[in-house]
């Protein structure tokens, strides 16, 4: 589990849907061009959203120019796309050096030792059956994931180059293997760049219904299925000079989550909801 995935083992009840009271939309669009870009009227037919309102696992950001988001989601019917436009004062590996933090010396090995969410990152988690049992976390396959997109880092660039990493459960070598099948055959695919001059990021991201939408057992999400509630979340982390980060686990200066309760928000049922929609 990441950092604080923590949490007193409920019953094992069965239950239906994300409980967090955020949602949103995403409807059929034009298919974007991955290149780290939010090129004029690329996403104009997508729902937008920022961070307002998310919840702070470290220390709160206050200023907007420090850490802040817009984001973007839509699909074309067979991939589901996001798009994050990341405002950030500073750079992990980028402004600074590539400090190390003091619960990992390994941080950025590629393998199940590194913290493939150490630095500047954004992460999607999916619930895809909607489904889960007391506070279980992601399976690591098509029904439930937790993948990485790091500013400076990437299992396909190495370390230096931004995109995707294996996420959690990375003590799982079945969920580990499966991520990283993803990112090697193109299931999933991002690119993330800094903007011209600094000062924040673009990170574009898409994920196949197949294999990686997985609604029910050996059934993959299609717009003739209709409208379909999965759950969501997506956590925005930041790194900067160790010093911002004292007292916060790996000195983290700020990592928001789009939905869930401090410490608890990788457990399935603190997710809230993302819908895909079959039309406009």
Not at 38 to 44: C, H, K, L, M, V
Not at 151 to 156: A, G, I, V
Not at 229 to 247: F, P, Q, S, Y
Request: glycine share 12%; aromatic share 12%; net charge negative.
């Amino acid at each position: 589990m990441k950092k604080f995935c923590c949490g007193i083992l409920l019953g094992l009840s069965v239950l239906t849907g994300g409980e967090f009271p955020r949602e949103l939309n995403a409807y059929p669009g034009t298919t974007p061009k991955l290149d780290g870009v939010i090129s004029p009227g690329e996403w104009d037919d997508a729902t937008t959203f920022t961070n307002t309102g998310w919840i702070p696992q470290f220390s709160p950001a206050t200023n907007a120019k420090d850490l802040s988001l817009k984001g973007y989601v839509k699909h074309d019917g067979k991939r589901l796309y996001f798009a994050f436009d990341v405002t950030d004062d500073v750079l992990y590996g980028i402004d600074t050096p590539r400090w190390l933090p003091d619960e990992n010396p390994k941080a950025h090995d590629l393998t199940r030792e590194g913290f493939p969410w150490f630095g500047d990152e954004m992460e999607l988690l999916i619930n895809a059956t909607n489904h889960w049992v007391a506070d279980e976390d992601s399976a690591g396959d098509g029904t439930s994931w937790q993948m990485v997109c790091n500013l400076t880092k990437s299992r396909k660039g190495g370390v230096g180059v931004g995109g995707l990493l294996e996420g959690e459960p990375r003590r799982l070598e079945s969920a580990w293997n499966t991520y990283r099948n993803w990112i090697l055959s193109g299931a999933q695919e991002a690119v993330a760049k800094p903007k011209p001059g600094g000062h924040g990021y673009v990170i574009e991201w898409a994920v196949n219904f197949d294999p990686c939408l997985e609604v029910a057992p050996g059934k993959f999400y299609s717009p003739a299925m209709g409208d379909r509630k999965v759950g969501l979340n997506i956590a925005l982390g930041d790194l900067d000079e160790k010093e911002r980060g004292t007292g916060n686990f790996g000195h983290f200066h700020h990592e928001d989550w789009f939905a869930g309760e401090k410490n608890l928000r990788t457990h399935l049922k603190q997710f809230g909801t993302l819908w895909l929609r079959a039309r406009k």
